[in-house]
């Protein structure tokens, strides 16, 4: 396996460019089961395990895919299986996504229970639900969800979503995208990644209303072509690289990012004290001599997100004062706490809500990844602690951040991966 061997103290200064959204890719990735017709190109890419996860997934099922440079290439027209087999599924439950366009193209999908997750329970009864509404039939026997449209056709309905889900959103888009007339959702997901699936099938010829709201309107087509489309960049990559940095007093410029979908986290950046200026494609973060503490709450876009909590909550180790950090989408996701203890940090659970005693030393010694925001957490305090931090099991991190020690290393920061054997 591999670890993360970072010396502390080092300020970040510089710039990197972000990569394309992880979160993004898998929507629009599995949109592309949506047709026979024709290939799609699709750029900015991030080169990720999850990202080899999904196309082994869609492979799987019949897609054929090429990787070079951060462009993928699909076509889904020779499509022949429409069961996602647990072997996948529970490496990634994105892989959830593939149900909605199975079900809307074929009129059935067979797809493996995700299973458990890492920071509490993960339901897909929302997923389901809108599955049901849009006219299939669902049965769940020996671990499979088994989803049959009534007559071989999704129809248009209205779905409103008790609690807003990314997830269940982008399923139920790409799914009302070939059902038969007008789908509403309401309460929908508005986070950047749903905003991006929405030009994606925009773009494939779904004509869709209310694109970055709340309430989505979305006409079905009876068919759809291949396209060319530009990933968007990744707002959570970005806002661990600006923690990274606020964390060892750098100064660092991050390009190729639109930084208007970053609004509530740029702000809670400058609560802690840092001075942020932006252009229209990059950001730049000075770091202040003192980090004060900033409460911050994770909800739904464009609050807080949740996958910055504990990237926000290892800044915090460092700032002047108690911060409270709240996470009211995953109301258990705080597995990253001890581990941060460990290193020195002085934090407390409360329900769903951390409390950083700040300006605590960091001193190094090694740490386990448990998830993959939870590893981000401890590369950040061991950028700061004292002496040697080791971060173990790496490949949670792999998951989701490109060429992390890489991108860090240009920034200054001395990281590096070595390999160990654990048992
Ligand atoms: C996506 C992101 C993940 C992020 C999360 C919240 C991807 C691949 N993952 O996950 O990184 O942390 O959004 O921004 O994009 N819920 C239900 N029933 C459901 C589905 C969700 O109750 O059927 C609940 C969840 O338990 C959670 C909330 O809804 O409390 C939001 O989850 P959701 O937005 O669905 O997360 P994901 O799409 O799985």
Redesign the pocket.
């Known amino acids: 396996m591999d670890k993360l061997v970072i010396k502390g103290g080092r300020k970040l200064s510089g710039s990197v460019n972000a990569s394309g959204s ?3 890719s ?2 629009i990735i599995a949109a592309t089961l949506l047709t026979g017709n024709g290939t799609f190109t699709l750029h900015n890419i991030p080169d990720l395990r ?1 990202i080899t996860t999904f196309t082994q997934l869609l492979n799987h099922l019949g897609a054929e895919t090429t990787f070079a440079d951060n462009t993928l290439r699909v076509s889904s027209n020779h499509v022949q299986s429409l069961q996602a087999p647990y072997e996948l599924v529970k490496k ?3 892989s ?2 593939v149900l909605g366009p199975l079900l809307a193209r074929f009129g059935h999908a067979r797809v493996s229970l995700p299973g458990g997750c890492a920071f ?10 809108a599955m049901e509404k849009l006219g299939a039939t669902i049965t769940i026997e020996t671990g499979f969800i088994d989803a049959t449209a009534k007559e071989g056709k999704l129809r248009g309905a209205h779905i409103d979503f ?9 399923n139920a888009l790409m799914a009302a995208a070939l059902a038969e007339g007008t789908t509403t959702l309401s309460n929908a ?1 508005a ?1 950047p ?1 749903i905003v991006t699936l929405c030009k994606f099938l925009i773009a494939m010829g779904v004509p869709i209303r209310g694109t970055g709201t709340t309430e989505l309107e979305i006409d079905g087509v009876p068919s759809l072509a291949g396209i060319e489309f530009d990933n968007v960049f990744d707002r ?1 990559e970005v806002g661990t690289l600006l923690a990274a940095a606020a964390i060892t007093g750098g100064e660092i410029t991050i390009n190729r990012v639109e930084p208007q979908q970053m609004k509530t986290v740029l702000k809670k950046f400058t609560e802690a004290g840092c001075t942020i200026t932006t252009t229209d494609n990059s950001i730049t973060l000075k770091s202040p001599e003192k980090l004060l503490a900033t409460d911050v709450t ?1 909800k ?2 464009p609050a807080f ?3 910055m909590q504990a990237q926000w909550i290892a800044l915090m180790t460092q700032a002047e004062g108690i911060s409270h950090i709240t996470d ?4 258990e ?1 705080f597995n990253h706490i001890p581990e941060l203890n460990r290193l020195g940090a002085h934090i407390e659970i409360r329900k769903n809500q951390a409390l950083v005693h700040g300006q605590q030393p960091l001193s190094g010694t090694t740490v386990m990844s448990t998830d ?2 939870a590893s981000a957490s401890l590369v950040i305090a061991g950028l700061v602690a004292q002496g040697t931090t080791e971060v173990l099991r790496v490949y949670h991190l792999d998951r ?1 951040y490109e060429k992390i020690e890489q991108k860090l290393q240009s920034l200054g920061a001395d990281i590096s991966r070595e390999k160990y054997n654990e048992f």
């Not at 009211?328 to 109301?331: A, D, F, L, R, T």
């Open positions: 992880k979160n993004s898998l929507p999850d990634m439950r994105a959830i996504y509490g329970p993960r339901p897909i009864d929302l997923h389901l639900m008790p609690v807003s889900s990314v997830g269940a959103t982008g997901a986070e990644e959570i994770a739904p876009y997100p949740t996958d009211k989408v995953y109301h996701r993959l925001r989701g």
